[in-house]
């Protein structure tokens, strides 16, 4: 660890408030006094959690533990500010203090970055993975743009592992629960000899669904994981360590449910055009008919990393080397029924492999603390967009488009011709294929000043520059079926003397239209057209400063003030051939206090303000005279003020309280949308957000001990804009409203013998049964009639049971 000789230590006090409010649920007031070995990394250096002037939270492998947690969606709810979508872990969606990445696509990247042993983990297929010997997971919230780098412009989640030890350790734990979930966890910490160790952690977790597919009877959303990874620690010399880990994670479950709220009449009746919300079904007692072919989701990930220290005397350097190799698929429904006249899916594909290397040195001298580097990354990164409809449901599109149900005139003029063949009941395809390849420099360097014994002075620098090249091509809709009917010389005569040019929309694209991008250039020298590759190239630096002051009041107490830039990198959206955008720049502001109030009662505190420049979100919209729906790239200035509070309180032996808040208010400086300029109005995420609870341990002696925890999460109410309801955020309907407050309770109770070698748990998740509608999607309500949502999981329960030697 680098210890800081000029800078105040916090007390042991300070240090056991921060770590029991920063994360929900943390260790028990009588484990308390052994906290001041809590470490964090996020100023890149090993510190104590109390001296770190950031706003962090962090979660410990017992709040894993206690939530029953499988990945970073089973803890969000409890860090307040930060939130995160696994409903599709291939496409999960981080958001720190409001802000977040809408895009999907390869060519756009998060503007929170995940961070696994210091390791970028630069796509969302490879940003929620199956918790694996995590030791500690940091939620930094505001900008790291000169310790993180690159996409980190609202924040940064550093999770990190255990790494093998000198002392021989064997787990074996079970949890089994509701919904048939069995999720087997075993881990080995294998001293070798003096100068080598291992660590083996394997997981598998697998649960039924707890959606019935009212059709088929099925249960739907599956879960099917299973995870490993293998650390070797060599001690080479007395100053040389090196750390050769391997990672792998393989998913291969139900992709996102939907279930439809619209109300169907029998076929060949069509739902009512365009859907009204006062007539939607209760999506709690409506159920799911998902008829999606080939239903699923999958991921397999491969990661090597090779980590080198040595000490150069008083200079400590760190070498970090990583190869990443991961493809996903994600095929699911996106029209909530199980009619082939309303049949709509798309397969987001992806294939990518990056490498990374870091060369860092740290060191003391004197009354300063630095630490310098540069870094490399590369990445190749391929993507699909497939889409997949039926003749049948074109013919809808075509009805409620244009009122000229093409495929169903086409058969009747067929039909009066007496020529037996149909132009209904076969399969359609459009695609969008992109290939990337990204290549990223950086130097870096932060010195800690301590100009006296209370006051330090941090000022930092990074220098970034991002070369990319992207290329998208769309082929002409596939549907062999189709035409080989179209092809037959008497139909396509009969067809073409009785429908004319209408005819041409029977061989013609409908979700991936380029006809309005015509003339437009690409940097290989081609105009945008159907089935020719259209590629672009670009390049874009940044330098994200940093400076801090902290000044320790007492021995207890610290107040800080912060200044700090961000950016996300700019790029290319791969829904949007041709398209690019530049740099999203952040510039924030933050004053804090770190204080312990007596040995009994602890509270930070800090308030912020940031602005954000250039940021880029897709919306699905409408255009004027058109009712099919396209994806708009659009762009916004945001601007956000708020505070994050934490409290720590310990009124008897055994009992701990901990409450932590934030309160935000974002809106918009500029966004020109149809609806207007939203300047001024809320960007939608809510005012409050909070988590709040007690954990209480009952020793009985030589019977072991008895730990028991309640913790409660809130999401206060969406805010809304012009644009909400549109989006299916803010939606009034007789059965739900997907921007109400949300609440969460969760309870926990295990007992451990004396030794603490067994352990036999239970939990509750979500203990009052609070389901919520997450939001409605509207991707085929403007086309098909068919707007569809998803809902958050039901209470779930289980028992598990932990064996360690």
Known sequence: MIKMEHCRKATLAGSVALAALAAPGLATAQEATTLDDVVVTAQRREQSLQEVPITVSVVTAKTLESLAADDMGDVSAFVPGLSVSNTSPTQATYSIRGVSTSDFGVGTDPAVGVYVDGVYAARSGAGLLAFSDVARIEVLKGPQGTLFGRNSAAGAVSITTNKPSDEFEARLGVRLGEYDKRRFEGLVNLPINDALALRVNALVNRRDGWLIDQATGQDYDREDNWAARAALRWDVGPQTQMILSWTHDEIDQDARPAIGVAPLPAAPGLPTFPSNPANYLNPFKAGIRNDVIDNHETR??????????????????????????????????????????????????????????????????????????????????????????????????????????????????????????????????????????????????????????????????????????????????????????????????????????????????????????????????????????????????????????????????????????????????????????????????????????????????????????????????TPAGSNVPQYLVETSDDTAWGLDMQLDVQPLDGLNLFANAQYIDATYKRKMTDDGDLAGQPTGEPLWSAAAGASYRRDLGGAGSLDMQLIHAYRGEGRCNKTSTGQGSCLQTPWFDPSEAQNRTDVRLYWRNADERYQVGFYVNNLFDNQYVTGVNNITATTLGTPFVNITEPRMWGVDLTYTY
């Not at 206090?593 to 509270?603: E, F, H, I």
């Open 300 to 621: 397999r990930l491969d990661e090597g990393t090779l980590t080198i220290t040595h000490a150069f005397g008083d200079i400590d350097f760190t070498s970090l080397t990583s190869a990443r190799r991961f493809s996903t698929e994600n095929r699911e429904d996106e029209d909530g029924t199980n009619r082939p006249d309303l049949y709509f899916d798309t397969n987001n594909r992806e294939k990518n492999r990056s490498w990374y290397q870091e060369f860092r040195f740290a060191g003391e001298h004197g009354a300063f603390n630095w630490i310098a580097g540069a870094s490399y990354y590369s990445e190749h990164a391929e993507q699909r967009s497939d889409t997949y409809a039926t003749t049948d449901s074109i013919n809808t599109i075509l009805t409620n488009a244009a009122g000229q149900p093409l495929f169903s005139l086409a058969d009747m003029i067929l039909g009066m011709a007496g020529i037996p063949a149909s132009t209904l009941g076969h399969s359609w395809q459009e695609d969008m294929i992109n290939e990337g390849d990204f290549d990223a420099t950086a130097v870096f360097a932060d010195v800690i000043w301590a100009a006296n014994d209370r006051l330090n002075l941090t000022f930092g620098l990074r220098y970034t520059r991002d070369k990319k090249t992207f290329q998208w091509l769309n082929g002409p809709r596939v549907a062999p079926g189709l035409d080989a009917v179209l092809n037959d010389p008497t139909v396509n005569f009969v067809l073409d003397t009785y429908m004319g040019p209408a005819l041409g929309y029977l061989y013609s694209d409908f979700v991936f239209d380029l006809s309005g991008l015509a003339g437009v250039q690409c940097d290989n020298g081609v105009t945008v057209q159907e089935g020719v590759a259209c590629k672009l190239s670009d390049s874009w630096s940044d330098l994200s400063p940093r400076f801090v002051a902290d000044y320790h009041l007492t021995d207890n107490a610290m107040v800080f003030f912060s200044y700090a830039k961000g950016y996300k990198a700019g790029g290319f959206n791969s829904v949007e051939v041709a398209s690019r955008f530049d740099n999203e720049d952040v510039q924030n502001f933050e004053i804090g206090l770190k204080s312990s109030l007596g040995p009994n009662a602890r509270v930070n505190i800090s308030a912020f303000q940031y602005d954000y420049d250039g940021k880029q979100s897709i919306r699905l919209v």
